[in-house]
């Protein structure tokens, strides 16, 4: 039995922030009892050293790949292809790798920081099949996502479970980025036994799995449950039990989202600019005040109509707020059509809790929605988040995620009554 009865709407609700609820807590953390961002398998488990010129290394070393070492008052920071709410990167990645050349069959942990894959079950008659897509066998590579969630609530408390969630969305784009790159389709997959998953993977209720991504033939065939469970391993060095999250995890996985077709993005990037783009990926953390062009703003828009590719059907709508884009009036958008006009880059800059990065942009931009499933709606915001982060920095624009903005204030600006699940700034 759950110890809060809370329906997936009201986790949202109880995670509000508002002007008086920064004030109260605004979050200071001593950072020298941050809990490690890494987790490592035992050393006696078997290790592949990913070797980039292997396709299917190389297809998932991009998937979490260091890409920034940094030095801040003495303390290292690693910087990966994927954004994370405070750099505190809650989200691991797992691969199934079934029937590929001189790869045994197994499911792998992506040890980041070593750049390895770490077999922790190898398969025979059973694999991740069985919970995700019944009476089918994958022929490549499943990946799974889930979240060691002590490592966001250790600094965001509550609000951590919008994070854990976004960052999966997040490390989803970056999946389906490699993908490609690599020329593979890939399907997202939402709704699945994610709690049977949880308990035979080992993760007690330190971790837990918020999605899975297909890419390889489908077989009709019937795959066994694990017939083994994965011994516990922790993802940090020490951890805080936080029941909110623990049950808003719980809440969240079980209802299903209505399905849609399955669609195919057609993206037309030049494949070396779009690799550089996602080897180079940063969120900026200054905005110059300088217009971008029409064109390049309708460009990066046009990317999020995409298809995502995926069954679970989760509207996102999405908000401009145009204060630096040639030749358009500021003002609120929706859809290129204007919902009121007047420069609110003062105004956004104070409801994203006062950052100057949605002030000085030249778009904030707000994905709002009307969910049935909160944890995949809040992933697929991450998602096309990173769309967001990829196409603009492609062309040469500035961008950053916004995680912090006062929920009420910002919804009465939008004049929406939809929960706003993410913020983001493009710009120069
Ligand atoms: C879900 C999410 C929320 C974020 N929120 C903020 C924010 O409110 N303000 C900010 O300056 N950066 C924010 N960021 C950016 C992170 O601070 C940044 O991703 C992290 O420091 C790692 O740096 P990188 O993106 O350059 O690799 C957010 C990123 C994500 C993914």
């Not at 290394?57 to 998937?63: A, G, K, V």
């Not at 030095?71 to 290292?76: G, H, L, Q, R």
């Not at 398969?123 to 897509?133: H, K």
């Not at 999966?168 to 399907?187: E, F, M, R, V």
């Amino acid at each position: 039995m759950l110890e809060n009865d809370l329906s997936s709407k009201n986790y949202h609700q109880a995670t509000k922030h508002s002007y008086l609820s920064v004030q109260l807590d605004p979050n200071y953390v001593d950072s020298k009892t941050q809990p490690s961002a890494f987790k490592q398998y035992p050393k006696f488990y078997r290790r592949v050293q990913l070797n980039i010129n292997h396709p299917i290394h190389s297809l998932i070393y991009l998937t979490g790949a260091i890409t920034l070492e940094k030095a801040y008052k003495d303390v290292a920071f690693k910087l990966r292809v994927n954004p994370s709410a405070g750099g505190l990167y809650p989200t691991e990645i797992y691969v199934q790798i079934r029937g590929m050349p001189e790869i045994v069959d197994g499911i792998y942990h992506l040890e980041v920081e070593n750049n390895c894959l770490t077999l922790i079950y190898e398969l025979i008659d059973d694999g991740l099949e069985s919970y995700i897509i019944q009476s089918k066998c994958i022929k490549g590579v499943i990946f799974l996502i889930s979240c060691v969630y002590y490592r966001s609530s250790w600094k965001y408390k509550n609000r951590s479970l919008r994070y854990c969630f976004l960052d999966s969305g997040h490390h989803l784009g970056t999946i389906a980025a490699s993908a490609y790159l690599h020329d593979k389709d890939i399907q997202l997959i939402f709704d699945f036994d994610k709690l049977a998953l949880n308990t035979d993977l080992g993760f007690e209720n330190k971790e837990f799995v918020t999605a899975c991504v297909v890419c390889g033939e489908v077989e009709e065939k019937n795959v066994r449950r694990l017939r083994l469970k994965v011994p516990f391993v922790c993802g940090t060095d020490y951890f805080e039990a936080n029941q909110f999250i623990e049950d808003g995890y719980q809440v969240t996985a079980l209802q299903k989202s209505s399905k849609q077709q399955l669609e195919h993005p057609k993206f037309e990037f030049d494949k070396d600019k779009f690799y550089q783009t996602v080897w180079h990926r940063r969120s900026n953390r200054r905005f110059r005040k300088q217009l971008i062009s029409q064109e390049d703003y309708f460009k990066i828009l046009q990317q999020l109509k995409q298809p995502i590719p995926t069954e679970s059907c989760e509207a996102i709508k999405v908000y401009s707020v145009v204060h630096r884009v040639e030749g358009i009036s500021p003002g609120l958008y929706q859809d290129n059509h204007l919902i009121k006009s007047g420069d609110f880059s003062e105004h956004t800059g104070y409801l994203c809790i006062n950052q100057g990065i949605a002030r000085d942009c030249a778009v904030t931009l707000f994905f709002v929605s009307d969910y049935t499933n909160y944890q995949t709606a809040m992933q697929l915001a991450g998602f096309l988040g990173h769309r967001v982060y990829l196409s603009s920095n492609y062309l040469g624009i500035q961008c950053s995620g916004i995680g912090a903005f006062y929920d009420d204030e910002t919804q009465s600006f939008l004049e929406t009554t939809k929960d706003i699940l993410y913020a983001m700034a493009i710009g120069i």
